[in-house]
């Protein structure tokens, strides 16, 4: 492990103060930063521990949407009554991720930060694009099993491992960050990055911002939402591919849809416009099936993740008979 110094801030301008030294990095819940320090793949000269600053609240906002702190802890965000009944999308999410003990630490700015878990860019002693430019990628030819099948580029191939940014997606959340320039808001979409040719840069948070929290608009979703994960385990496993769905139905008409897709792209993945073709139509069988197969048109599988692509498409099909409660008809029923 390197050396490194260690500072604590008690209010925002102190730790942007504070995080202006060369590689400098803020410490929350330490979730995934202390496994990149002790792996060797981060290598701060400086930890500044926000730990202190006042980012915890989860409150209404004027809008009638809710604010949620930075500093909240992902257990004090799914088990908030006011989620748990708003937003119950943000809460299953949650909770299909990590364990217990984890939750109770890990904080939603740091969910947001969390690095890809592509075994290659945890491993030192291979190359990876992400970890060291322009040093190559080991995944793209080696297993690639967990790797993306939307959004790749020929420099990086890895997915963005969060459950909970999946359904701030679909809730077309916002991320309120600051600077010494004050406050901007990030879209939830505009917040994630595909890897393109910089595939080292995750996020478009700048060096001299710090995330202050997220709002979640007024429409939670909350009578119709489903999250489906598939996972290798039953708990305390990574999504091969999850699924967060947000559906407005009257009766068997679809008003609105938001779906998101985790764990096939380097971002949660939205297709704003296979969305849009489904308004107004009824819900069928048929109806999503298309849909699925809109949403991964443009997947593209490798030796060891090809089988992603059918595996979404259906994770898509299950999600939509969660969320509605409309029993539509199996592969296998229709082919009888
Ligand atoms: Fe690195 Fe990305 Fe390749 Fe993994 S997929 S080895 S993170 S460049």
Redesign the pocket.
Known sequence: MNRFSYTRANDVSAALEAHRAPSAAFLAGGTNLVDLIREGVARPERLVDIRRLPMTGIEPNADGGMDIGALATNSAVAYDERIESRYPLLSKAILAGASAQIRNVATVGGNMLQR?R?H??YDTATP????QPGSG????NGVNRI?AILGASE????VHPSDMCVALAALDASVRVASDDGERVIPFDAFHRL?GDT?HIDTNLRDDEIIVGITLPADGFAQHNAYVKVRDRASYAFALVSVALALKLDGNRIEEVRCALGGVAHMPWRNRDAEAALRGKTLDAATVRDFASAMVRDARGRPGNAFKIELTARAIERAFEQASGISLASREDDAS
């Open positions: 890809t592509c290659y860019f990876c694009n992400k970890r990628c080991g995944a793209m790797h420099h990086c191939i890895a890897p595939p």
